[in-house]
């Protein structure tokens, strides 16, 4: 099981950071978020290792970071744009992937909501 967390609302250029907390160990580890009428859309995922991979959109503006010994995940978004507004989902998966559909778990989703 998945838990995240730290959702919120910001204002543009403001941050925030989601956190993903999982039942066990987990293997690859991302984010993915879903504005409405639109799909799911892959953001930044880890290795266990901790190497990361980022969407275009977010690199130089998001990290994610994982403490393996706690088992989680965490998003520190920065500099946030209207564009952000999304529900963000944190995922486990075997290997890292841009696909929604190579992940075999996922948290409930928290929002997050950039303001103008």
């Known amino acids: 099981q998945l838990q995240a967390s730290g959702g919120g609302l910001v204002q543009a250029g403001g941050s925030l950071r989601l956190s993903c907390a999982a039942s066990?160990?987990?293997?690859?580890m991302g984010w993915f978020r879903q504005a409405p009428e639109k799909e799911r859309e892959f953001v930044a995922a880890s290795e266990s290792n901790g190497t990361p991979y980022y969407a275009d959109s977010v690199k130089d503006r998001f990290t994610i970071s994982r403490d393996n010994a706690k088992n989680t995940v965490h998003l520190q978004m920065n500099s946030l744009k209207p564009e952000d507004t999304a529900m963000y989902y944190c995922?486990?998966?075997?290997?890292?992937?841009?696909?929604?559909?190579?992940?075999?778990?996922w948290g409930q989703g928290t929002l997050v909501t950039v303001s103008s």
């Open positions: 066990g160990r987990t293997f690859s």
């Open positions: 995922a486990a998966g075997t290997w890292v992937s841009l696909k929604p559909r190579d992940y075999m778990s």
